[in-house]
Each structure stands twice: as C-alpha cells, then as structure tokens.
C-alpha cells in the first residue's frame, strides 16, 4: 500500500491532521475535492489553546506574523469579554486570523513534512475489510482506487465519509437563521445597539426579534451577519443574492447603507449535531464531519484542529505498530466529551443571542454572572479549550491537563518545555536530580524525549514537589510523581500511552 492512511478534506481539521500523521512516520495523503484554495475564510479566530498547540509544533511565529491579538473571547455578545489572563499560558488572547490563512500554513507545513496533496478529487465511495481500506476518488482523469490502512474524514458538516459509513448524525433542528457576507459600505454603518465591543456598529430589532452586527476586517470590509429568529428556514444552501443581503439589511437596519464589493455570502443556523460515532472499523471522523453547531465564540475550526492533535499520534502510532492495542479508543473517548461542551455552549449562546424581549432577564443575569471572576472563568475555559481534562487515571490535579509552558534550565539549556514538543513525542520531564524515572524511561527513547531540568524558571508552582512528569505528544500530562520510587505508576502509563519498549 502506498499510504498507510488517507485524509479526506484539506479543510483546517485534515490538514493538520496530515501534518501530525506525517510527523509520527505515517505515509499520508489528502484529497480535496476544490481545486483551488477557497478564497473566502468562515473561521476568523484562534483561540489560546490552539496557539498552544500551533507553539509545540514550532509553527506559532508564522501564525503570529501580522495578526491582531484580541486580548479576550467572547461569550454570546453580551459585552463582557472573556478574561484569559487567570490562565497559565504564553498566550492570553484570541489570534486573528483568517481561515484562509490558517489553511495556507498548513497545507505549506504538510507539504513541507512529505504529505501528498491531491487537489479536484472527491471521495465518491468506501469499502473495508480487516486488512485495509478502499477509497473510490474521482479526480480530473476519472474514477481511481486507492488502498491504504485507515481512512479520516475530515470532509466537514455534510461529510461524505460519515454518510458512506451509515453513522447517524442527531442533534437539534435550528431556531435561528442569519445571513452572512463579506463587504464593504459606501456609507457609515450605524453605531446603534451593537454586538458588544467586538462588533460595535449594529442595530438590534427586539420588535422583529433580529439583529445586524457589522465586524471591521482588512481594508474597510465588514463581516456582516443579519439574524433572524422567527423565520421560516430557507434551504441553507441555496444561493444568495445581494439584493437578498439588501432586503434583509433594509428590514432590520432600514438602509443597506450603499453595500457593494460583496465577497463572499453564506447562511448559518444554530443547527448542532454530533455523529452518534467517530470510527467504524479502519475508517476515522475528526472536526465538522462530526460535530456541527454556531460559531458563536468562534469555537469550531479549533475543536477541528484540535481534534486532529489528539489523533494524529495515536493514528500514527498505531500504523507504525508502536501503539497500544487500545490507544486508538481514547481519540472518541476524549474529544466526545469536548464536543459535547461545545454543543452545549453554542446551544446557549443561540438563546442568549435572541433579542426576543421574554429573554432580557436572562441576557441581564448572565452579564452580571460574566462579571464574577468565577463564571468568567469557567466559560472562558470552555471557550478557548485551556481548561479541557482528559479523563487520565492519576492523582495529580495536572494529570489529564495541558502542561503549562515552563520556562526551563535544563540539559539542553534555557529553554520553554514546548520547544521539546516540534517532532510530536512524548516527553518525560524530570525535576529531581535522581535518575530512576529517566532510567525507567530508557527503554522507550526512540519515542519519549527526555528532559532533565535543573531549575524552573517560570510557572514553577505548577510542578511543585514533583520529581517527574511524563506529556503526550499532544502536550497532555499522563503521569506526574513525586517520589523517586513511584515507578510502577511511570511504567504502566508509559505503555498505555507508548506501547511495548524496545527489545
Ligand atoms: C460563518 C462562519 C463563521 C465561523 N467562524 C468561526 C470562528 O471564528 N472560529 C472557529 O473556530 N470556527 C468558526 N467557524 C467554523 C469553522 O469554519 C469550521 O468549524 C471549520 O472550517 C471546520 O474545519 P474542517 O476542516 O473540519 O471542515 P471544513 O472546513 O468544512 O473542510 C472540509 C473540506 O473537505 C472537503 N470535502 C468535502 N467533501 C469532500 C469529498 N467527498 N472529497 C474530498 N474533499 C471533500 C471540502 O471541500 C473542504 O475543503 C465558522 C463557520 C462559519 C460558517
């Protein structure tokens, strides 16, 4: 087999996830059905988490390369923004940048690392056995056939993938439908009740139960969104007219404000969804193919993303034959629950953001409740992923965590703990100048990186009393001790997360 796995979609989700297969020694291939890269971005946001990630991969200072930082994420509009400076992180703020941007990078890094990219080829069927799986891709030269040993949809809402794999894909029905362009205005738009501070000019129609908020992008184009709460659902795909975007602009702002140069337009809905599963056999779903729902928050290209972090070592690792017979079934068993909270959040938000008179109280309630440090915490967590814990037997509060980016003295000098993270292995960090773990550890060198730091710099708190800490490739931590003796624990987390050691 040429590939050992096939990524279908070059969307955010499938192009990092490429990267990584690639990086854990996977021969990978993506298709993509557009021929060219789109030219329109949906996605305007990264949140900390994912800046995190972009950070162990070495990948951060091309994404941070003229991009705005927006100091705090939002939650539903409600004007109060998310704080992320409670969180221990290089990276306290919302990146922005365009999804097309992002794509951009990617598919120069999965190019860079060795990854094959096939452009103008759609997915059209599927077939698998215990051996293998056999993808039909039509591409500009017709229908081909292309075998490899596990397939990954990443092919988006409408998935192809998860539709040819018969998963159910149940959820909530929408409530809202809004309309959604790029343009620019020969005229001011209004200043009225907007959208909070980060979409200052709007009109808010509590009578008709709609809204327009205008956000400023590059070079005097607005994003503009015109939501309604009470209509009757268009077929979301149809085509959009400007002069729809127009009529719409007239009915809730009473002026379309001299619109023109219109890039791009799109609906959107509050539908949400989740695949009842995310693996049939050697065939995967990661990102939109299995959970849909607002972009309130701007949360689903990160959820993508960093679903496609938690698979791609796994993934790799079991093509390489190093994983553990059950490593695979942590990738659902830890990202469903992520999701999960997504659905919730935006369930919530698409409450929150209905102007419906009945529901002042409680948009009133949940400023108030943004404005305790508390909730704004937890919800700031929620929506920049920096609070996620995997469900990872141990004791330890970081266990299933994030690591925090310690600044280090170590063996290989002064350095931040995600430099040690860009060729995706595991690390074991040790704190205590005994060198039991790091022995211990040995036996797994060709896949768990060793650092052996002399003092913490900063973020120390973080590791107080502990003597070793060992951290997935994914910058999760599996296993954290305190004494020197605590090895037992060491060892059986180094197999279930690294497999068999070297003979
Ligand atoms: C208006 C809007 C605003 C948004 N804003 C944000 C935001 O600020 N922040 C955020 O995090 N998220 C946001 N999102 C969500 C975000 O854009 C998506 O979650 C993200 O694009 C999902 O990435 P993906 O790679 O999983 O899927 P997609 O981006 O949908 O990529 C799927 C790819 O698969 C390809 N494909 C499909 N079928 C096939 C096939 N059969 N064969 C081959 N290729 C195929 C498609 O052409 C596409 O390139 C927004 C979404 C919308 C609509």
Redesign the pocket.
């Known amino acids: 087999m040429p590939y050992d796995v096939v990524v ?7 192009l990092m996830l490429a990267c990584e297969l690639q990086l854990a020694g996977s021969r990978t291939l993506v ?4 021929e060219r890269p789109a030219d329109f971005s ?4 990264v949140h900390a988490r994912t800046v995190e990630l972009l950070d162990l991969r070495g990948l951060c200072a091309d994404f941070l390369q003229d991009a705005r930082k927006l100091p705090g994420g939002n939650f539903a509009s409600l004007g109060v923004p998310l704080e992320l400076t409670p969180f221990d992180t290089e990276h306290p703020y919302v990146l922005f940048v365009p ?1 097309v941007r992002t794509e951009e990078l990617l598919t120069r890094r999965a190019l860079e690392l060795g990854v094959e990219l096939r452009r103008g ?3 059209t069927a599927l077939e698998q056995d215990d051996q293998s799986v056999t993808a039909t891709v039509t591409g500009p030269d017709g229908p081909t056939q292309i075998t490899s040993s596990y397939l990954v949809g ?4 409408g998935s ?1 993938v998860r539709k040819l794999l018969g998963i159910d894909f149940p959820g909530e029905k929408p409530h809202m439908l809004a309309l ?1 362009a790029d343009a620019r205005f020969r005229e001011e738009l209004p200043r009225g009740e907007g959208m909070g501070p980060m979409r200052p000019r709007g009109v808010m129609r509590h009578d008709l139960r709609a809204w327009f908020s205008a956000f400023p992008l590059e070079g005097g184009v607005f994003r503009i969104t015109v939501a309604f709460f009470d209509r009757p659902f268009a077929d979301r795909r149809a085509p959009i007219t400007d002069e729809d975007l127009r009529v719409a602009l007239r009915e809730v702002a009473g002026d379309d404000f001299g619109m023109y140069d219109v890039r791009w337009r ?1 609906r ?1 809905t509050d539908a949400s969804r989740q695949a009842t599963r995310y693996r049939e056999g050697r065939v995967l779903l990661a ?3 299995c959970h849909i729902h607002l ?1 309130a928050g ?7 993303f960093q679903d496609a972090v938690n698979l791609g070592w796994k993934l790799g690792a079991t093509v390489t034959g190093t994983a553990s017979p059950h490593l695979l079934e942590t990738y659902e068993a830890e990202r469903r629950p992520v999701a999960d909270g997504v659905l919730r959040n935006t369930r919530a938000q698409a409450v929150l953001i209905d102007p419906d008179p009945r529901f002042r109280g409680l948009q009133d309630l949940m400023r108030d409740l943004l404005r305790q440090p508390e909730t704004n915490r937890y919800l700031a967590g929620l929506v920049s992923a920096l609070d996620v814990r995997y469900p990872i037997d141990g004791e330890h509060p970081l266990v299933g965590r994030r690591m925090p980016d310690l600044l280090l003295d170590a063996d290989t000098g002064r350095r931040r703990l995600s430099t040690h993270f860009h060729a995706a292995h595991g690390v074991l960090l040790t704190l205590s100048p005994d060198p039991h773990h790091a022995e211990l550890a040995t036996p797994w060198k060709d896949r768990v990186d060793l650092v052996t730091a002399t003092d913490v710099l900063e973020r120390g708190p973080a590791v107080e009393g502990l003597s070793a800490v060992l951290i997935r490739p994914d910058g999760y931590v599996c296993w954290a001790g305190s004494a020197a003796d605590d090895t037992e624990g060491l060892t059986s987390a180094l197999r279930t997360w690294f497999g068999s050691p070297l003979s």
């Open positions: 279908v979609g070059a969307g955010p989700t499938g298709i993509e059905r557009l949906k996605a305007l946001g999804q080829h759609t997915l990443c092919d988006g809402g192809t959604i799109s959107l990102g939109d193919s972009p701007g949360q689903g290209l990160n959820l993508g």
